[in-house]
C-alpha cells in the first residue's frame, strides 16, 4: 500500500462528492466506553467498527451501534465468512491505513485493492448523523447515513447491509 491517507484528504475527497460533514477534536479514544465520556447529550448513531478475517484470509469491516452485542460466531456465519477473528494490527494498516483504536468505514480510502468487504448493520442508517472516527481516534466526524453510503460506493465498497444477529439470517 502506499502512504495511507491523511484526515486532510479525507475530509478533501468528501468534499469533492459534495458530502456535508463535521468533525471535532477530543482525546484520543480507544474504546466505546472512554469515546461515551467525551459527549453528552449528543443526538445520532455512535458506531463501534470491527476489522474481522476469517482463515481463509479474506477480511472484512463491520460497522454496528456502539451498544450492539455482536456474537462473532453467529456473524461469521450470517455475513457468509464462516469463522470470523479480530484482524491483526499489520493487517489493518495494510488494507485500512488506520491503527487499533481508529478503526473506520473511511478507511476503505486506502483499500485500493478493494480486499476489504464492508458490513453495515441498518440500525447504523437509521438515525442521522451517523458518528465516525476520520481516519484517526481523536476526532469524530459526523455525516448523513446516506452519505456515508455514497462515500463507500465512490470509494469502490458497495457494502453490505444486514441486521446483525437478526433470527433467519445467515
Do not use: C
Amino acid at each position: 500500500m502506499t502512504m495511507p491517507k491523511t484526515s486532510d484528504q479525507l475530509f478533501e475527497r468528501l468534499t469533492e462528492l459534495g458530502i456535508e460533514h463535521q468533525t471535532v477534536r477530543h482525546p484520543p479514544v480507544f474504546t466505546v466506553a472512554e469515546a461515551k465520556a467525551h459527549r453528552a447529550g449528543v443526538a445520532g448513531t455512535f458506531v463501534k467498527n470491527l476489522f474481522l478475517r476469517n482463515k481463509k484470509g479474506k477480511m472484512w469491516l463491520v460497522v454496528a451501534p456502539e451498544d450492539l452485542a455482536i456474537d462473532l460466531k453467529q456473524l461469521g456465519r450470517q455475513i457468509g465468512a464462516g469463522h470470523v477473528s479480530f484482524g491483526s494490527a499489520r493487517r489493518l494498516m495494510d488494507h485500512l491505513g488506520v491503527e487499533p483504536g481508529a478503526v473506520t468505514p473511511f478507511g476503505v480510502i486506502n483499500d485500493e485493492r478493494k480486499d476489504v468487504t464492508v458490513v453495515i448493520d441498518e440500525a447504523v442508517l437509521a438515525v442521522d448523523p451517523v458518528y465516525v472516527h476520520p481516519l484517526r481516534n481523536d476526532m469524530t466526524t459526523a455525516i448523513r447515513g446516506q452519505d456515508l453510503l455514497a462515500f463507500l460506493r465512490a470509494a469502490g465498497h458497495e457494502p453490505q447491509l444486514v441486521r446483525i444477529g437478526a433470527a433467519g439470517e445467515g
